[in-house]
């Protein structure tokens, strides 16, 4: 901020005092406010409060400087006549010379003693002219725009728009509704030029397959002839397009953004754990989007892990206990299905029964899980590994959402160290009681039906209707990644929460219920935990790394609470970029 | 502003009794009583008498000739001279219903449909008529011109169920509508 000296010469002018610093003072809107040097005018003014009215800009992607929209009016004090010193006046400050033109704000850096207007006549008759000419050609098209109600274009119309249309000559024609990709559809006539799209493919995506082709007002956005707009990364082309000219195919026509109540979540897919938010109407997922964390995904996430949401509300979803009777699932409720669990496992050897739970369980039932284990005395508890392919950006090679956090609570560095001897005493028959906790694992860990049937109980908790579950004696209806609470811990040791964005369907439980309730089941104790915050306080107090925290103080953006050393790919790729000064944020 | 105090008038003691104001009523019911007998009731015939007084036999007898043209009855929906659905299914609608009547599924219109270049039409679209509330706020929102009150005011039903309209019991009420503005003509 300001600074005001007073007419002693000893004292040290502003600039003197930023300079040693590295800060520069700027004036904008007649405030006097100090920023680092290399400061972008936009993000200078954002920082004053200023949030200038933009298109092309996007601070994880360089600045071409195209839309036009950030114009401001700048000044700069004058020259001195060579021989002379630069006068300062009173407050320290030279007089600002302000240029009769306008400058783009997103592209320009800020300089000492310079001033920006963020309003004032030249500014905003800029505006109204810059959206005039970006909507000559736009259609009329609000109407059936997925990007009505979060479209930057209708903003700025209300602030700076003509209501109506000076342009007497026909509007250029463009192709509409052009199939550029197996999950985007492009829609030329909507583009206002910004590039964000171009920029995105090649600078972070890596994959540069869209272009500009013809001139001038003709000017329409394409993809490269023999490619397709195919990228894991492709949906997020739709997130940044700040008009609706590219929109999502998954999305397409399924709810208007303003129905929908956002929900800040994570992502379950991979050990990243992708910051997102969750679009809900009613009980409904309509779509994810990433959520804006520099120390994870930075603004992106990949479409495999976006669209991986519609088996929640499929019609595969459990919805009730299940037992299985004369080889047929017949609806039972939680008691009696408890009962019958608590009754076969208490007089059972601990030696004969073994678990088998999930590495996209939140700390919380890893915790529980645990205690079950413990319950039940026995020595076989373990995850199923999952891993795929790492893409060199934010899917990491582990697919399990919470290995960091296996590791810590269960107290191992390998958390899936016996599921091989699990699978072998199953076959062998000593393990005659299994439980198993969100996973299939006929298709996920090596086994078969035949020797699942074998054991005497099979106890599956599940979201949908999987292999496994054929063979279970007693299925219980676990809840989906948007319908719980809880923590998981990424792979670089940062504990993120996962929030609760919609109810879970009929009978389902909450996946801790569940393991409390079968713990209880078979120890007969009277409940005494009802929240989940009360579980991590336990969680909190056994294992060392959680002390201090609670849920709510994880926060949106989580917690780092261990190094392991891991580097997410894109992360190191951004901030490389923003070293050599390639983008701002 | 000064307060300016209002003083009671003063009754008499004949107004204090209010027996000569009761029997000036009686009378004058009376009159009317004896009028209707005669079949000489006031403005019989402007409100569609049946005969004895001034009551109009409904439902025998209607009213609808005596609609303004700004009533506000069912609202449907219209399509319009060259037989396309006006609505689009933007849902504004939907959303500015202030007992939340609307409901409406969107659509995407198949590449082989004569208006396939509209792209968008609702798939499902109901108003609950139990809800409704004739505000014609959805007229007055709909950027299409596909939404209209109509003159129906005589919405009944023996189930709840029945009195949801759906998009076929809308379009069958609202008919076609000509003269609206045409923006996905092909210049467009």
Known sequence: ?585 | MAVVKVKRPKLGFGEKIYLGALAKGFLITLKHALKSLAGKSIGADSLKSSGMGVTMQFPETRWDDQLPEYYRGAPTLVTDEQGRERCVSCQLCEFICPPKAIKIKPGEIPTDDPWAKVEKRPQEFDIDMTRCIYCGMCEEVCPEQAIYLRKDYLITGLSRAAMVHDKKKLYEIGGVRTGLVNKWNELK
Request: with cysteine.
């Open chain 1, 1 to 585: 901020m300001s600074e005001t000296i007073s007419a002693n010469p000893d004292q040290k002018l502003p600039k003197d005092l930023a300079a040693e610093k590295g800060m520069v003072n700027v004036q904008i809107d007649g405030t006097w406010h100090q920023f680092p040097k290399g400061t972008r005018m936009i993000e200078a003014a954002r920082q004053a409060g200023q949030i200038l009215p933009h298109y092309c800009y996007h601070p994880k992607l360089s600045s071409p400087g195209s839309c036009r929209m950030c114009l401001v009016q700048m000044g700069m004090p004058p020259r001195p006549a060579p021989g002379t010193d630069p006068a300062y006046g009173d407050d320290g400050y030279q007089q600002i010379n302000w240029m009769p033109r306008p400058v783009i704000a997103c592209a320009n850096t800020v300089a000492e003693n310079m001033g920006i207007r963020t309003t004032g006549d030249i500014v905003e008759s800029c505006r109204k002219g810059v959206m005039e000419f970006l909507l000559i050609n736009h259609p009329l098209d609000c109407p059936i725009c997925d990007q009505a109600g979060e479209c930057r274009l209708q903003e700025n119309s209300v602030s700076y728009g003509k209501g109506q249309s000076r342009f007497v000559d026909t509007k250029v024609k463009k192709p509409k509704n052009v199939d550029i990709g197996p999950r985007i559809r492009l829609d030329d006539e909507r583009c206002i030029m910004c590039s964000r799209c171009i920029r995105f493919m090649d600078e972070v995506a890596g994959d540069p397959v869209l272009g500009f082709t013809q001139r001038g007002t003709h000017t329409t956005l394409t993809v490269h002839p023999d490619r397709l707009l195919d990228s894991n990364y492709s949906l997020n082309t739709a997130d940044i397009c700040p008009v609706g000219a590219l929109t999502s195919n998954d999305f397409r026509f399924q709810m208007r953004v303003w129905f929908l109540k956002e929900t800040p979540t994570i992502d379950v897919n991979c050990g990243t754990g992708t910051n997102i938010t969750v679009w809900t109407r009613g009980n409904t997922v309509h779509r994810i989007t990433p959520r804006q964390n520099d120390d994870v995904n930075s603004c992106w996430m990949p479409d495999s892990h976006r669209l991986n949401f519609h088996f929640i509300d499929d019609k595969t979803r459990f919805t009730e206990p299940l037992v299985k009777e004369d080889a047929q699932h017949l609806p039972t409720d939680w008691k009696s299905s408890l009962d019958t669990l608590a009754a076969k496992l208490k007089g059972a050897d601990g030696s004969t029964t073994a678990i088998i739970a999930s590495g996209r369980m939140t700390n919380e039932e890893l915790f529980l899980t645990k205690q079950l284990a413990e319950t039940l005395g026995t020595q076989h508890l373990s995850l199923v590994p999952r891993t795929g392919e790492d893409d060199g950006m934010l899917v990491a090679a582990d697919r399990n959402p919470n290995t960091t956090g296996a590791k810590l609570i269960l107290g191992t560095e390998d958390p899936f160290a016996k599921l091989d001897s699990i699978r072998d005493g199953v076959r062998s028959g000593t393990i005659k009681n299994l439980l198993v906790l969100g996973e299939d694992i006929i298709t996920d860990a090596g086994f078969h039906f035949n020797d699942l049937a074998k054991l005497d109980l099979l106890v599956q908790s599940h979201t949908s209707a999987n292999p496994t579950a054929l063979a279970a004696n007693l299925v219980l209806p676990a809840a989906a990644f948007t319908e719980k609470r809880g923590s998981m811990v990424n792979l670089t040791g940062r504990i993120q929460r996962l929030n609760r964005a919609t109810e879970m369907p009929l009978d389902a439980r909450d996946d801790w219920e569940i393991i409390r309730d079968i713990t209880l089941a078979v120890t007969g104790a009277k409940k005494d935990t009802f929240l989940i915050e009360d579980v991590f306080k336990q969680l909190a107090a056994a294992v060392p790394e959680f002390a201090d925290l609670n849920l709510s103080r994880i926060g949106d953006t989580g917690k780092p609470i261990l190094d392991t050393g891991y580097q997410i790919p894109l992360l190191t790729n951004e901030r490389a970029r923003k070293a050599a000064g390639e983008i701002t944020g």
